[in-house]
Structures are given as structure tokens and as C-alpha cells.
């Protein structure tokens, strides 16, 4: 099993270009969620969803968007990318049940933007 | 709103001393304590976790100290080894949050000098 694999690991944005971050994970799991890390604020999350065709937000979801249209797969798009999305961007998912449970990560995306 | 606060931001050990990182949470519905162990350049993973009817939980030289009245809680590392540098985020959640997300703590890194 190859777990979360997230597409691509790098990215270089130029301020207005738009993007799609892919994130894979083949353990079945029901629930998904994108997740930012930034120097001293840990990890916030953007985006997540509890199963195919949901989505819902999270603590930072302005200027993000994102689409669960199979099971296995979660998008996150920049439509317009802003210097202040300059950030290295983490896949993450779990099952679903009573309670939480272990969030297996992806290896991260680390996104540029000038 | 942040609603785990972790200290300290960094932390510098010789080997084979006792690493402490200590978090505190507001939110008295939190039921599920986690932390996570990341190493440069890879995604977090779940290191050891503990739920609030207990007060310790101890897994190898990992142990999470559980303080339910003061809110707070804290992973020891004995026996540190320079294996164990890496950035360790705490987190919370609660079976009545949608998806079970986490809310992690700002993390703390951790450097263990030979």
C-alpha cells in the first residue's frame, strides 16, 4: 500500500496562477483533510471531508477550494494564488467511527509563490 | 483561536537526558490527546495518544502525563537519542466534532545533541 501520496512535492506559483494540489490514499478511509504548515503555527487546517461528493471548511479555507468527487482522491485548488499562500500544504486521512482516530499524512507539498 | 497552546517552541537535549514538551487546551470536550513526530522533509505520524480516563500512558521511552483539571498534557522522552530530532506537535479532538478533525498545537522542535 502506498498510503497518502500527494502531487506534485514542488511547486513554483507566480501571484495570480492558479493551481490543483492531488492527494491519493488507498486505505478506504471515509474522512480526508488538507492541512497547511507555517513556521510557529503548527498545522491549520483548510479544508476536509467526511466522504465522496462532501466537503467542508476548516479554520483557514479563504482562497481555497476543494473537491472529493471519488473516495480515494481529495483536490485542493488556488484559483488565484496570493504570496500569503506560500506554504508547505499536507494530505491527510482516517477512517470513520465512534470517536477519532489515527490521520495518516501525505509527504507534503511545498508551494511557492512570488 | 488558538485552542492548543505547546511550549516551548524549541528544545535542545544531550543524549540520553529526558525531553519534556508540554501542551494546554481550553476546550473541556476534547477527549482524544495525540501526538505527532515529524522529521524534515516527511508528512506527521502518530506517535503515541491517550484519552482523558487515564492519566499516564507510556509506550517505550514515550510517556503522555494527563492533568484533566489543569487542562494540560505533555509527552516525556526518556533516554533521548539524536534519532528523535524531529519537530513533535501535540493535538486534540472530540467525538463530537464533524470528521473528527484535530486541532494541533503550534509544535516544538526538538534537538538531541550526541
Known amino acids: 500500500n502506498a498510503g497518502v501520496t500527494q502531487t506534485p512535492k514542488f511547486r513554483v506559483l507566480k501571484t495570480g496562477q492558479s493551481m490543483t494540489l492531488l492527494c491519493a490514499q488507498d486505505?478506504?478511509?471515509?474522512?480526508m483533510y488538507w492541512y497547511r504548515q507555517d513556521p510557529g503555527m503548527g498545522l491549520r487546517l483548510i479544508h476536509y471531508?467526511?466522504?465522496?461528493?462532501?466537503?467542508a471548511k476548516g479554520e483557514v479555507p479563504d482562497g481555497y477550494n476543494v473537491s472529493r468527487l471519488k473516495k480515494q482522491n481529495f483536490l485542493l485548488g488556488l484559483e488565484s494564488a496570493a504570496p500569503s499562500q506560500t506554504s508547505v500544504y499536507f494530505c491527510?486521512?482516517?477512517?470513520?467511527?465512534?470517536?477519532?482516530?489515527?490521520?495518516?499524512f501525505g509527504p507534503g507539498t511545498r508551494l511557492t509563490v512570488t | 483561536q488558538q485552542q492548543v497552546k505547546q511550549s516551548p517552541q524549541s528544545l535542545i537535549v544531550q543524549k540520553g537526558g529526558i525531553s519534556i514538551i508540554n501542551c494546554a487546551y481550553e476546550?473541556?470536550?476534547?477527549?482524544?490527546f495525540p501526538w505527532y513526530q515529524q522529521f524534515p522533509g516527511k508528512g506527521p505520524a502518530l506517535l503515541i495518544a491517550?484519552?482523558?480516563?487515564?492519566s499516564e500512558k507510556k509506550e517505550g521511552r514515550f510517556t503522555i502525563s494527563f492533568n484533566k483539571s489543569a487542562k494540560q498534557f505533555s509527552l516525556h522522552i526518556m533516554d533521548s537519542q539524536p534519532g528523535d530530532s524531529a519537530t513533535y506537535f501535540c493535538?486534540?479532538?472530540?467525538?463530537?466534532?464533524?470528521?473528527?478533525?484535530?486541532?494541533f498545537g503550534e509544535g516544538t522542535q526538538l534537538t538531541v545533541n550526541p
Open positions: 491527510a486521512s482516517s477512517y470513520r467511527g465512534q470517536g477519532a482516530y489515527e490521520q495518516y
Open positions: 486505505m478506504n478511509h471515509e474522512y
Open positions: 471531508s467526511v466522504g465522496e461528493g462532501t466537503t
Open positions: 476546550n473541556t470536550a476534547f477527549d482524544y
Open positions: 491517550i484519552r482523558p480516563d487515564v
Open positions: 493535538a486534540a479532538s472530540s467525538k463530537e466534532t464533524s470528521g473528527s478533525r484535530l486541532t
